[in-house]
């Protein structure tokens, strides 16, 4: 049995979005905390995903079934943490038997060389490591873990032939534009051409910090373009390209 608990694929790019079950940081800020399902989704498909008691997780067997039944591309293999899930190069083996491309959407804290080699030879086509920070008594106060095994995994990473990514998320008041430049420095220190993300901050419930405006996004970017060739953001203004749909759970229809 996989990890695999949610399926959302978005139009306009014909992708799927991969959900797994679990995950070994405790972030104070991850939206799962607060809401499970794919947040782009509408307000009437959340509010029915919303009154499922018991999640199913999918057999591989199952997962390959629904990847036949719709022409999809591209699949996005993310949160919580899908490294955790023994069957992960199956699902990527699979994935690429059937001229899927797959991009892992990892903390790196497990991708240890041989990981890295299995996920490499089952056709894993690129990665986003997600930096928390470069600090490690940041890092520890948001994750509950020290980041040292992220930072050395992303060296790692960088000589595979996987296709290497990083992202950071902007947090005022924590992860602010000084810890965004000490990332960027970093990873510039391994290759200034990899592609780096920063996405603003989306508060949930209980924590004391606010979303960045798109102005304080577009800054902390600015930061980063120092030491990287290549940086794009996410902020609340960013529109939602296409379509979402809900793929599974699928629920009867009432």
Not at 203 to 220: F, H, L, Q
């Amino acid at each position: 049995m996989t990890n695999i608990y949610h399926i959302t694929h978005h139009t306009h790019d014909n992708s799927i979005y991969v959900f797994f079950q679990g995950c070994n940081f405790q972030c104070k800020g991850c939206i799962l905390k607060q809401l499970i399902w794919d947040c782009h989704l509408n307000d009437a498909d959340q509010h029915d995903l919303q009154t499922i008691k018991d999640l199913k997780k999918l057999s591989l067997d199952e997962f390959r079934a629904i990847i036949k039944e719709i022409d999809v591309r591209r699949a996005v293999l993310g949160g919580g943490e899908p490294t955790l899930d023994r069957e992960l190069p199956d699902i990527i083996s699979m994935l690429d038997a059937l001229d899927v491309e797959t991009h892992l959407l990892t903390n790196g804290y497990i991708l240890n060389e041989k990981f890295i080699k299995k996920l490499e030879g089952a056709g894993l086509s690129s990665t986003y490591v997600s930096i928390k920070a470069y600090d490690k008594d940041i890092h520890q106060f948001y994750t509950g873990q020290t980041n040292e095994p992220v930072l050395n995994n992303f060296n790692l990473l960088s000589k595979s032939r996987i296709k290497l990514m990083a992202e950071s998320i902007l947090i005022p008041g924590l992860i602010e534009y000084d810890e965004i430049g000490r990332i960027a420095k970093f990873i510039a220190s391994i290759d200034p051409s990899i592609p780096y993300r920063i996405d603003g901050f989306i508060p949930i419930n209980d924590t004391p910090w606010r979303a960045p405006s798109p102005e304080e996004v577009i800054k902390a970017s600015d930061i980063a373009k120092r030491y990287l060739e290549n940086v794009h953001y996410i902020h609340s203004e960013t529109k939602t390209k296409g379509e979402i749909v809900n793929i599974y759970p699928k629920r009867a229809i009432k």
